[in-house]
C-alpha cells in the first residue's frame, strides 16, 4: 500500500488531469490523430500534434505546424515546441494529421507521450 502511494505521489504532477485540459485534449489529438486548432498569443495556429513532453515540469507538444510560425522553439521545418500553457482555445479538428518528416531530436524534454 505504501508502494502506491509513493508512485502516486511521484507521478500525480504528471497526471493528465493536473495538467489541465489542454494537455488532455492534446493527448486525445495524438491518440486519434487528429489535427488541432488553437490560438497562440494572437495568432491562430493549426498543428498536428506528435508528441508530449516536459522541460523542467512543464508541458510542451511537439507540433508539425504548416506553415511554421515564428518563434525560439523551431526544431527544423515546420517542427516546433510549444508550452502547452500558452495554448488558448484548443479544438480538436475532423481532419487527420499528416504523416511528417522524421522526428527532430527531442533534446532535453522528457517524453510523457508521442505518436508510434
Not at 494537455?23 to 488541432?36: D, H, M, N, T
Not at 506553415?67 to 495554448?87: H, K, M, N, Q, T
Request: charged share 20%; hydrophobic share 45%; proline share 9%.
Amino acid at each position: 500500500m505504501r508502494l502506491i502511494q509513493l508512485l502516486r505521489d511521484r507521478w500525480a504532477p504528471y497526471a493528465p488531469d493536473s495538467l489541465g485540459a489542454n494537455y488532455v485534449k492534446i493527448s486525445r489529438a495524438i491518440y486519434r490523430r487528429r489535427e488541432v486548432s488553437a490560438r497562440l498569443g494572437r495568432e491562430a495556429i493549426v498543428f498536428c500534434p506528435h508528441a508530449l513532453g516536459f522541460r523542467r515540469a512543464e508541458p510542451y507538444v511537439l507540433a508539425l505546424t504548416a506553415p511554421a510560425p515564428s518563434g525560439p522553439e523551431v526544431s527544423g521545418p515546420g517542427w516546433r515546441w510549444v508550452a502547452v500553457a500558452d495554448l488558448r482555445d484548443v479544438r480538436l479538428q475532423g481532419h487527420f494529421w499528416s504523416a511528417a518528416p522524421p522526428l527532430p531530436s527531442f533534446g532535453d524534454f522528457e517524453i510523457a507521450m508521442k505518436v508510434a
